[in-house]
Nanobody, 128 residues
Framework: QVQLVESGGGSVQAGGSLRLSCEVS????????MGWFRQAPGKEREGVAG???????VYADSVKVRFTISKDNTKMTLYLQMNSLRREDTAMYYC??????????????????????WGQGTQVTVSS
């Protein structure tokens, strides 16, 4: 079994920064593609950023330049550095494993359906 635990969420003013972490435990293959997703009230879950085993990254257009995804394989931890936060970034943020799928799946339509393991989420609230 694989477990993912997110942390680092919180409340921040617009323009501020947060760094999310996702610790992975249990069986994990460093070849897995991983991603960050978010879901705002009344909206579908959407892919924010993904990273594959080679470090190739992909971002949703809405977060390009502002967000950076990274991972530390030795610590089995996935990160999401979020800068220049906006009110529209307010959502529950989840990390997920997309198995051996190409990283592009993370930001594809219905990309969440490709992920088999999820964390419980961490709330990010951005106020103006």
């Amino acid at each position: 079994q694989v477990q993912l635990v997110e942390s680092g969420g919180g409340s921040v003013q617009a323009g501020g920064s947060l760094r999310l972490s996702c610790e992975v435990s249990g069986y994990f293959d460093n070849s897995y593609t991983m991603g960050w997703f978010r879901q705002a009230p009344g909206k579908e879950r959407e892919g924010v950023a993904g990273i594959d085993s080679n470090g190739l990254t992909v971002y949703a257009d809405s977060v390009k330049v502002r967000f950076t995804i990274s991972k530390d394989n030795t610590k089995m931890t996935l990160y999401l550095q979020m800068n220049s936060l906006r009110r529209e970034d307010t959502a529950m943020y989840y990390c997920a494993i997309a198995g051996f799928r190409p990283v592009s799946i993370v930001v594809a339509v219905n990309g969440a359906n490709a992920c088999g393991y999820w964390g419980q989420g961490t709330q990010v609230t951005v106020s103006s």
